[in-house]
């Protein structure tokens, strides 16, 4: 492929898109909101209630604390395994591009 971003046939290249630095900035940015839950419900004391909101409302509802804490260790696996794909396609694509 040249180097000038044309595929030999014509096609424009893939290259890197605004639209995926944005994702990537955005799970990292839910990342580190994510470990503060993590972090925050992890010093809890035993005794502590946590209430859950109901997602597009106003309304909470009481939870068990180790349910909570449990899904949100969960979500921030799931976000930190999305990032890390994201990243290991953008370098993917970066060697593509440079060969």
Do not use: C, W
């Amino acid at each position: 492929m040249p180097s000038s971003g044309v595929h030999a046939d014509g096609r424009a290249a893939p290259g890197p898109t605004h639209t995926s630095t944005a994702h990537a900035e955005s799970l990292s940015s839910k990342i580190k909101e994510q470990k503060i839950i993590v972090d925050e419900l992890s010093n809890l004391k035993k005794n502590r209630r946590v209430y859950k909101q109901q997602q597009n409302s106003n309304i909470f509802f009481l939870e068990d604390r180790t349910k909570i804490f449990s899904e949100s260790k969960n979500t921030l696996d799931e976000l930190k395994k999305e990032y890390q794909a994201l990243e290991t396609s953008e370098t993917t694509k970066v060697k593509t591009q440079s060969t």
